[in-house]
């Protein structure tokens, strides 16, 4: 994607899933290096699975000075998300989804999010967040994908933006780590045994 304007995507509004107060988007990175993981939707296994793979990194990013961040694209599961325990940041909504837009996070249609959400990538991370005892559901917007946005302090830079291309993509916790220059001592959840696959996740 072009250069992105993060001047442009800074008045963006977003709810605080606690606190219910609306805060702009760019006062999130105004003080700290910030995290910005994007969900497809609160319900989602994978996102769940995604949000719990994430926050491996948190203590890491905690004694770094980075902060992390969920957001989601409307309040539907927010509260199961947040009882389940998936995430260890902060959860904020973007209910306009205008964030969602300005970062090219694509939306699927009826006849495109189905052979999206049938895919290897998909059904390789399935396996694994069910392996791992996660659970997801089909309530809420299915067509919404999303990704990653790294912003250093101040908005001085963009250090990773990611959009996913299939809902089962996802960046490597390594990559997010060296993208921030921190090191990172967790291990990324691995492979149901029973999958002899050797692709790269």
């Not at 899933?17 to 700290?32: D, H, P, Y």
């Not at 300005?102 to 396996?127: E, I, T, W």
Request: glycine letters at 12%; a neutral charge; charged letters at 25%.
């Amino acid at each position: 994607m072009a250069h992105l304007d993060l001047a442009k995507i800074s008045s963006n509004v977003l709810k605080n899933a606690a606190s219910g107060e609306n805060v702009e988007l760019g006062t999130l990175w105004r003080e700290q290096t910030v995290v910005l993981f994007f969900l497809r939707r609160f319900g989602c296994q994978i996102c769940r699975w995604t949000a719990s793979e994430v926050s491996k990194l948190e203590p890491n990013l905690k004694a770094s000075g980075v902060a992390l961040v969920g957001v989601g694209p409307e309040l539907l599961g927010v509260d199961e998300f947040k009882a389940g325990g998936f995430f260890k940041g902060d959860v904020y909504v973007d209910e306009k989804k205008k964030s969602y837009k300005d970062l090219g996070f694509k939306r699927y249609n009826a006849l495109s999010v189905v052979p999206a959400a049938m895919g290897k990538k998909v059904r390789d991370v399935s396996s694994k967040a069910s392996a791992g005892g996660i659970q997801g559901n089909f309530t809420g917007d299915l067509l919404q994908s999303g990704g990653m946005l790294i912003v250093a302090k101040g908005g001085e830079k963009v250090l990773l933006h990611f959009i996913q291309d299939t809902p089962g993509d996802h960046i490597p916790l390594e990559d997010i780590a060296k993208a921030l220059g921190i090191s990172a001592s967790v291990e990324a959840g691995q492979r149901p045994q029973c999958n002899d696959d050797v692709s790269t996740m």
